[in-house]
């Protein structure tokens, strides 16, 4: 495989994985056991990558979530 390919995986794999991501916290919030993210700054550091991703997959959720029934 050429590299192009190789990195075109690997992106269509993390964005699985964040899709199933924000799947699992739709099913959290819908269900009524989300609980709040928050994560600990020691000395004021920011937030690792990890969990910037679960604040953001939370916040699509969330969104996603408030969204459901505005059909009806």
Same mark, same amino acid.
């Given at each position: 495989m050429t590299q192009n390919l190789i990195d075109m995986y690997?992106?269509?794999l993390q964005?699985?994985?964040f899709g199933a991501l924000v799947? $699992? @916290?739709v099913n959290e919030?819908?269900?009524g056991n989300a609980k709040v993210l928050e994560f600990e700054k020691a000395g004021g550091i920011f937030n690792t990558t990890e969990q910037e991703a679960l604040l953001f997959?939370?916040?699509i $959720?969330?969104?996603v979530? $408030?969204?459901l029934? @505005?059909?009806e």
């Open positions: 690997n992106k269509e964005q699985e994985q799947a $699992a @916290r919030i819908l269900s997959a939370d916040t $959720a969330q969104v979530c $408030a969204n029934n @505005r059909g």
